[in-house]
């Protein structure tokens, strides 16, 4: 692991004097941004511009969250194979003139919902190709020691970068409409890739053998993370995690908007107070895990996760009810956030560096295959026996993530573990980390009661 500054020994390097990790964050922030844009202008393109039903937008949606399930797993094998700068500029540049070319048709009124169906699939395949490669380039970036506090930073600005993206795009819908609105999606394309040219990072991507099947990397990293109890234990949680939130926000502003009468300033205000708490959470994770320690930290997290949605059940029409669900969101995706982050970076650190991004693409195909499974049951769910009932469920399936950790040995991770020993990776045998008898391992279950007496706790995929 390099740096572009070298601290002198014992002093507590800083990661904003860390060039080329500025200009990744940066790079990753704009993007975010504009990728929010386009998320607040797209919906309102096709639903007021080209008179779409409410079966051609679901249609829209799903072919935007189809790629991740179907590319994931190539998007990494790919990036362990190939330098991940070049996959992340390919699949910034490829978003950009995707979305470029819905102005032009509009300018041209030749805009039609095919084109923009055509347009949410071509996005979503590139932002896996980049997304597999941004993911799995930060160890690689920093050192691990720092992995911790660069997710941290990461997981606050980009919750307040989805924030003010969706901002942006109503101002720029406002101002230029919908069509040239996304101009600021493109513009935020081309920042991120100018940003990830100009990252000095070493990378050692690994040449395939010329008999060596894409779909041999891709059943090595699923052997990879199913072989180490920790990253299977991690994916698992983010897996069902996933699957039961997507089943309530499937369901989620609907149940606001039209059972409890939000109107739309209110319901932008909730989203608001959310984002500021997946922010909190994402800062305070390195403090919140160093003290209670990354296992108990992440088990209260999950725990703490299901009470938050008892709120949005027992509400009612109101001002009161309203606050209380913006306080409730704050804590949940302040839990998350913590949680996220956590997880990441243990995911991170335990990973060898040429199983980095296919370690995060089963992750990712797991966590977005599902969603969309989760999305279909709400419906069939909502329809059947009603939205209140339906988030219920939902709630219920939030406790399947604290019963996977909670049954883990790394409920009782009390520090970080430490890095896998750097040896080569070969075709023959990719084995997963294992710690040395120098690094702190995670407890055993039967020792974990009194490790815990002793102790001095998070986004996404």
């Known amino acids: 692991m390099t740096s572009s500054t070298d601290p002198s020994p014992g002093a507590r390097p800083s990661l904003w004097r860390h060039r080329s990790f500025r200009r990744y964050l940066t790079g990753q922030a704009a993007s975010v941004t504009g990728s929010s844009i386009s998320s607040m202008v797209i919906p309102v393109l096709a639903v007021l511009e080209l008179d779409a039903t409410t079966a051609e937008v679901a249609w829209l949606t799903f072919l935007g969250q189809l790629p991740p399930a179907l590319l994931a797993l190539h998007a990494g094998a790919l990036a362990d194979r190939h330098s991940k700068r070049k996959q992340m500029i390919t699949g910034d540049l490829v978003s ?63 919750a307040v970068a989805a924030t003010a993206g969706s901002n942006l795009g109503a101002a720029l ?15 935020s394309y081309l920042i991120s890739a100018w940003c990830t040219a100009r990252i ?41 995690t996933s699957a039961a939130l997507a089943l309530l926000n499937t369901l989620w502003a609907l149940y606001l908007l039209r059972s409890l009468a939000l109107g739309p300033t209110a319901f932008g205000v909730v989203l608001g107070i959310g984002a500021l708490g997946a922010a909190a959470g994402a800062l305070a994770a390195p403090s919140l895990a160093a003290r209670y320690g990354p296992g108990p930290m992440m088990l209260a997290a999950l725990a703490i996760t299901p009470l938050t949605q008892v709120p949005l059940l027992l509400a009612s029409p109101g001002l009161v009810w309203q606050f209380a669900i913006g306080a409730a969101l704050f804590l949940q995706l302040a839990c998350a956030g913590a ?3 956590t997880q990441r970076t243990i995911r991170q650190v335990v990973t060898a560096d040429g199983m980095q991004a296919r370690m995060q693409a089963v992750s990712t195909w797991l966590t977005s295959g599902a969603r969309p499974v989760a999305a279909l049951l709400a419906g069939g769910l909502g329809t059947w026996i009603g939205v209140r009932p339906t988030l219920i469920v939902g709630t219920c399936l939030l406790v399947v993530p604290l019963l996977v950790l909670y049954r883990s040995p790394l409920r009782s991770l009390l520090e970080m573990p430490g890095s896998p ?16 008898p120098l690094e702190p391992t995670v407890p055993n279950p039967a020792a974990a009661v009194d490790v815990r007496q002793d102790r001095s706790a998070g986004g996404g995929p």
């Open 96 to 158: 950009a003139a995707a979305l470029a070319s819905v102005p032009v048709a509009a300018a041209l009124d030749r805009l039609s919902l095919p084109q923009l169906m055509v347009v949410a699939a071509v996005q979503g395949a590139a932002g896996v190709l980049h997304d597999a490669a941004a993911i799995s380039l930060l160890p690689s970036l920093v050192d691990r020691s720092l992995l911790q506090r660069s997710n941290s930073r990461i997981g606050s600005l980009f």
């Open 339 to 341: 949680a996220g982050t």
């Open 421 to 436: 020993t750097a040896a080569p990776l070969s075709a023959d045998a990719l084995t997963p980390p294992t710690p040395s």
């Open 173 to 187: 819908t406002a101002l230029l409409g919908p069509a040239r609105a996304l101009l600021g999606d493109v513009l």
């Open 200 to 240: 000095q990072a070493p990378e050692s991507p690994r040449p395939a053998a010329e008999d060596r099947r894409l779909h041999t990397d891709i059943g090595e990293g699923l052997r990879y993370v199913n072989g180490d109890h920790r990253l299977r234990t991690l994916t698992l949680v983010n897996a069902t």
